[in-house]
């Protein structure tokens, strides 16, 4: 079946400091890769995706995250995190052709001023 | 611009009564619509999907039940709730290469 882990469930990280959040899946097939953020009071919202082409996949805000096949793992980055990035973060798996997404158990990023 | 909209946005039942959600989405036709139950620290538990009305997946076997009586209107209901029925409940809809778009939820709390 299809899993997606998550390294840390809490991050805590001074302004300006550099994030990189872990993210591994167990899928043997072709797969649609994302992360979410919900930040306090919002909706759950849409971070980036990678389905195909470039690995390295630019989304909002300054993040990105990096399709590393091998690895079988969609980690997300941001040199330099603000105190807005405060929130909860998902990465998330879909085989291609499918309609069950998987989700990671979240990481929660405390960003201090 | 797509919008999903899904009501109550809190409710307190006693546990035993029925349940009824409800998530509508505007903006799009023949969505793909999901039912997810987001617990703190286990991410989010998809209960059930639709690819169109009337077609109903159901991913976990559990107490509730989910509707699809019109092409943008998505059910979940239950018809005794139980204590562990206790959650945030999301409604999302499925664009084409698969991302979800998700509504602002119901928090459900079973006394």
């Known amino acids: 079946a299809q899993s997606v882990s998550q390294h840390n469930h809490h991050v805590i990280l001074s302004e300006a400091a550099s994030l990189e959040l872990g993210c591994n899946y167990s899928?043997?097939?072709?797969?649609?890769l994302f992360w979410y953020v919900q930040y306090p009071g919002q909706h759950l919202q849409l971070l980036l995706k990678?389905?195909?082409?470039?690995?390295l996949v630019k989304g909002i805000k300054g993040f990105e995250a990096e399709f590393i096949k091998s690895k079988f793992s969609f980690n997300l980055r941001k040199p330099s995190v603000q105190w807005s990035d405060t929130a909860e973060y998902f990465c998330?798996?879909?085989?291609?052709?499918?309609?069950?997404?998987?989700f990671g158990a979240g990481t929660r990023l405390f960003v201090k001023a | 611009s797509q919008t999903i909209h899904q009501w109550p946005a809190t409710l307190v039942q006693p546990v035993g009564s029925p349940l009824s959600l409800e998530c509508t989405v505007e903006?799009?036709?023949?969505?793909?619509l999901y039912w997810y139950r987001q617990a703190a620290g286990r991410g989010l538990q998809l209960l059930f999907y639709?690819?169109?009305?009337?077609?109903i997946s159901s991913e976990v076997p559990q107490n509730l039940s989910a509707s699809r009586p019109q092409d943008r209107q998505f059910i979940l209901s239950s018809k005794k709730l139980l204590l562990s029925d206790s959650g945030f409940y999301l409604c999302?809809?499925?664009?084409?290469?698969?991302?979800?778009?998700f509504g602002p939820g119901t928090r459900l709390t079973v006394t």
């Open positions: 999302a809809w499925g664009g084409v290469t698969d991302e979800q778009y």
């Open positions: 899928y043997g097939g072709t797969v649609n």
């Open positions: 990678y389905f195909s082409g470039d690995p």
């Open positions: 998330a798996v879909i085989d291609t052709g499918g309609f069950k997404t998987i």
């Open positions: 903006g799009t036709s023949n969505p793909n």
């Open positions: 639709s690819v169109g009305i009337g077609q």
